[in-house]
C-alpha cells in the first residue's frame, strides 16, 4: 500500500502520517515513512528526540552520497541511471515505533525540467520506494504532486488530501486534488482534520460535496497534540488522545479499502 498525504502547511498532516505509520506498523506491516516536505519534522512525530532528528542529513543534502550515485567526473554532467536500494538500507533510520524514516530534503518539482544531482537522487528513490519495494510506504508532501512525478504517481494507491475548516486550505485541497487526478492516481481522498465544531465539519463537508471531493473522514481537534508539541513530544505518546484513536481509525478504513481492491 503506497500512500501519499498533502495538504496546506499547518493542517497537520505530519500528524497524519506519522501516526497512520506507527498504526501500520503496530499491526506487524513493515513500513517506511519519507519525509518530502521542504520543512521535515516527521522525524520528531514518530517519536525521535530533537537531538537524534537534528543528526540526520537529508538525501538531497548529502553531497558525498549524491556524488557517489551521480558522478561522472565531468562537470556539469550527471549519470542518471544508478541503484537507490542500498540508500534505504544505508540512510533510513528505525524509529520508536518501528517506522523506517528517510527524510528526502528540498525537492524540486520533478515536471519542470530539472536534471541536477540531487534531484535526480530524490526522483530516482522517491520512484523505487512507491513502485519496486513491496511494503507500506507514506509519503509526507509538500502542498501539490509534481515532485512526485506522473510516472511516480500513477503508482501511488492512495492520495490523502488534508484540510482545516479554512477556506484557504479547501481552496488548495482542491487545486492539490486536480493536480493528482491530472496525474494519473486513482483513489483521491479529502481528510477534514482539526476539526472543533459541527459548524467546522459541516463546512469541510459542504465544500467536498460541492466540489467533487470523495470525504473519508474527519479528525477532531486535540489538546493534547497541542500540550505534546509545545512539550516537544510525539503526540503518539498519548494513544488515548481523540486525533490518534481517529487517524487510528483512518488507518483501518484505508486496510479495508487497500484489500477490496476498490
Do not use: W
Request: proline share 3%.
Amino acid at each position: 500500500m503506497k500512500i501519499a498525504v498533502s495538504g496546506k502547511g499547518g493542517v497537520g498532516k505530519t500528524l497524519i502520517v506519522g501516526a497512520l505509520a506507527c498504526s501500520f506498523a503496530s499491526k506487524g506491516l513493515k513500513t517506511i515513512a519519507i519525509d518530502a516536505d521542504p520543512s521535515p519534522n516527521l522525524a520528531l512525530t514518530l517519536g525521535l528526540p530533537p537531538e537524534k532528528a537534528r543528526e540526520i542529513t537529508p538525501i538531497s543534502e548529502n553531497k558525498e552520497l549524491v556524488d557517489s550515485k551521480t558522478s561522472t567526473g565531468v562537470s556539469g554532467v550527471y549519470r542518471l541511471s544508478f541503484t537507490v536500494d542500498d540508500i534505504v538500507r544505508d540512510f533510513s533510520v528505525r524509529t520508536p515505533c518501528n517506522v523506517n524514516l528517510i527524510i528526502m530534503g528540498t525537492v524540486q518539482s520533478m515536471g519542470a525540467g530539472c536534471t541536477c544531482a540531487p534531484n535526480a537522487v530524490i526522483r530516482a528513490l522517491l520512484r523505487h520506494l512507491v513502485v519496486e519495494r513491496d511494503e507500506v510506504a507514506l509519503v509526507d508532501m509538500e502542498a501539490g504532486v509534481e515532485h512526485l512525478g506522473r510516472g511516480t504517481a500513477r503508482h501511488v494507491d492512495v492520495m490523502l488530501i488534508v484540510t482545516d475548516s479554512s477556506i484557504k486550505s479547501l481552496e488548495i485541497a482542491r487545486h492539490i486534488h486536480k493536480l493528482a487526478k491530472d496525474a494519473g492516481i486513482k483513489q483521491i481522498f479529502l481528510v477534514g482534520n482539526k476539526v472543533a465544531t459541527e459548524l467546522q465539519r459541516n463546512a469541510i463537508g459542504k465544500f467536498a460535496e460541492k466540489n467533487d471531493l470523495n470525504m473519508l473522514d474527519f479528525v477532531p481537534f486535540d489538546e493534547q497534540v497541542v500540550t505534546a508539541e509545545m512539550r516537544g513530544e510525539t503526540p503518539l505518546n498519548y494513544e488515548q488522545a481523540s486525533s490518534v484513536k481517529a487517524i487510528e481509525n483512518l488507518g483501518k478504513i484505508l486496510i479495508n479499502i487497500s484489500s477490496s481492491g476498490s
